[in-house]
């Protein structure tokens, strides 16, 4: 049974930076495009960024190009989301999702697994 499970989030400072983590099981991860989304409550969950099988490139929503970095690491199937000069905006639940293909990598109702969230929030 496929799996993800997102780590790393909590409460940061305006400006601050985070980290979040998700492992992957029960399906071969280096053949699966990752992403991350996020989600307020009220609002549609939205794209953040994704990641290939191959890791050699990497796509963000403009909202968060030069702030943030996905990577994965494929022998031990994990991926990251690197975030940097974090604003209140930036605060919602953040999930790790895969699907097996990239070419619609921002559309969420491609991606077939999804983690169950970790909570960002930054608040001074």
């Known amino acids: 049974q496929a799996q993800l499970v997102e780590s790393g989030g909590g409460l940061v400072q305006p400006g601050g930076s985070l980290r979040l983590s998700c492992a992957a099981s029960?399906?071969?991860?280096?053949?699966?495009?990752i992403a991350w989304f996020r989600q307020v409550p009220g609002k549609e969950r939205e794209f953040v960024a994704a990641i290939p099988d191959d890791a050699k490139r990497a796509y963000y929503d403009d909202s968060v190009e030069g702030r943030f970095t996905i990577s994965r690491d494929n022998p031990k199937n994990t991926a990251s989301l690197q975030m940097n000069s974090l604003t209140p905006v930036d605060t919602a639940n953040y999930y790790c999702a895969t699907q097996q293909w990239f070419e619609y990598y921002s559309n969420r109702s491609r991606y077939i697994y999804w983690g169950q969230g970790a909570q960002v929030t930054v608040s001074s």
């Open positions: 029960g399906f071969i991860f280096n053949r699966y495009t």
